[in-house]
């Protein structure tokens, strides 16, 4: 609508009457384009049932259509100079509150608990601040918060990595954390120009579906993402240098070797080639010596 807050014209006039200026060290870039903004929220799954967490409502762009769009809307802003900006922009939607903490920070389980209902599917959707994207959204899911998915504007490297197949370039160890918890899935890329002012990266919008269980079975959830991350410590080297490297002093070499023989797997391989479930019969055959 002509109404929408999420347009050039509509952004420039707000943050001119309130004379906000960014700070770019809190990630402050708006998005002004209502399409790009319509379909995040159809990504997302949102239905007129729903609740929604956002993260960063800015002046309210993405918040007004989630308004609009979903049953409630729950959204944490760190900077207080967009409060009374939120109140006027937001003021004729009656189902949105909006909290001034650091979401780093903040109790989101009881959050969710006072201003959902119990059953309520809710939903993380946000254009997130770039600065603190992977501290987010690994506090959120490893929080094993109940929320059936995150849907997210993210910077496109990340995004890539998050969502990234084994023998990729972007696969790593923040590919299996994040699909340790969820499914992952890039839905859009997206360019600068829809921003104001304009991030100096690309940008992709990221859909992880929560998983009820995760996809392997682990006997330490601490070791095994510490195996992951060692196994892909030197993303040159084998598998088995990068194990021996991480676990000296603790297996000899010849151990290793026997113990990835045990569980079928070639020392000889990178780390880049395992799938989760090698990342899991390694960590478990790993675990106790
Ligand atoms: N949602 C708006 C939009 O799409 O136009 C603004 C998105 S902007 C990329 C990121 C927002 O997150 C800013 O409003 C910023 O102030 C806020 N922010 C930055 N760090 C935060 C934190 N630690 N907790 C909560 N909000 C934060």
Redesign the pocket.
């Known amino acids: 609508s002509n109404r929408a807050?999420?347009t050039p014209t509509k952004?420039r006039e707000i943050l001119k009457k309130y004379g906000f200026s960014f700070?770019k060290s809190?990630?402050?870039?708006?998005?002004?384009d209502v399409n790009i903004?319509k379909n995040i929220i159809e990504h997302a799954g949102i239905d007129k049932k729903a609740g929604a967490i956002?993260?960063?409502?800015?002046?309210?762009?993405?918040?007004e259509q989630l308004a609009i769009h979903a049953k409630d809307v729950v959204?944490?802003?760190?900077?207080q100079r967009?409060l009374p900006i939120l109140d006027d922009t937001l003021g004729e939607y009656g189902n949105v509150s909006i909290i001034n903490?650091?979401?780093?920070?903040?109790d989101v389980q009881q959050v969710i608990e006072e201003k959902f209902q119990p059953g309520q599917p809710v939903h993380v959707v946000?254009?997130?601040?770039?600065?603190?994207t992977t501290p987010?959204l690994m506090k959120l899911l490893m929080a094993r918060l109940p929320i059936s998915s995150l849907t997210v504007?993210i910077q496109k490297e990340v995004a890539d990595r998050m969502a990234a197949s084994p023998n990729s370039k972007s696969y790593g160890s923040l590919s299996i954390a994040v699909q340790y918890y969820t499914e992952a899935r890039v839905v859009m890329n997206v360019p600068k120009t829809v921003?104001?002012p304009q991030?100096n990266v690309d940008s992709a919008v990221l859909h992880l579906q929560m998983r009820k269980e995760p996809p392997v079975q682990v006997e330490d959830e601490d070791f095994f993402f510490d195996v992951t991350k060692a196994t892909f410590g030197q993303r040159r080297k084998t598998l088995m240098n990068n194990l021996a490297r991480h676990f000296k002093g603790t297996y000899e070499k010849e151990e290793l070797r026997e113990r990835l023989d045990d569980i079928g797997i070639d020392p000889k391989r990178r780390g880049e080639s395992l799938s989760m479930e090698e990342f899991a019969r390694l960590a478990n055959r790993l675990y106790s010596k």
Do not use: H, S
């Open positions: 807050i999420a952004t700070k809190l990630g402050q870039n708006f998005l002004v903004l956002e993260i960063g409502p800015g002046i309210g762009a993405l918040t959204a944490f802003e760190i900077d967009l903490e650091d979401i780093l920070k903040a946000a254009n997130l601040p770039y600065y603190i987010i504007m921003f104001q991030p």
